[in-house]
Nanobody
Framework: QVQLAESGGGSVQAGGSLRLSCEYS????????MGWFRQAPGKEREGVAA????????YYADSVRGRFTISQDSAKNTLYLQMNELAPEDTGMYYC?????????????????????WGQGTQITVSS
């Protein structure tokens, strides 16, 4: 059973930075693809960043490309999301996810259907 636990959320002013962490345990599973999603009030959940399970290739939504960086420390079983130049539109609940779907393309990697396991989420609030 894959288990995920996010941390690092909070409130920040526009232009600031935050780093989210996701500690994971894979149980008996081989390494899955991993990603970060977010959901703003009244909006659908959207993928913001993802990482291919073996090649380490990273994918980003256009709205965060150049500002957010996904990384992984396998020795610590931790996935990170470094978020810089935060804006009010980045406000939302951020979720860590893991799965064995299609990570060959950006569209597949940022689609929620590629993921089977989700954390509980951590709130990010960016004030102007």
């Amino acid at each position: 059973q894959v288990q995920l636990a996010e941390s690092g959320g909070g409130s920040v002013q526009a232009g600031g930075s935050l780093r989210l962490s996701c500690e994971y345990s894979l149980g008996s599973h081989s390494r899955p693809g991993m990603g970060w999603f977010r959901q703003a009030p009244g909006k659908e959940r959207e993928g913001v960043a993802a990482m291919h399970p073996r090649r380490g290739h990273t994918y980003y939504a256009d709205s965060v490309r150049g500002r957010f960086t996904i990384s992984q420390d396998s020795a610590k079983n931790t996935l990170y999301l470094q978020m810089n130049e935060l804006a009010p539109e980045d406000t939302g609940m951020y979720y860590c996810a893991a799965g064995f779907g299609d990570f060959r393309t950006e569209v597949g990697a940022l689609r929620s259907g590629s993921y089977s396991y989700w954390g509980q989420g951590t709130q990010i609030t960016v004030s102007s």
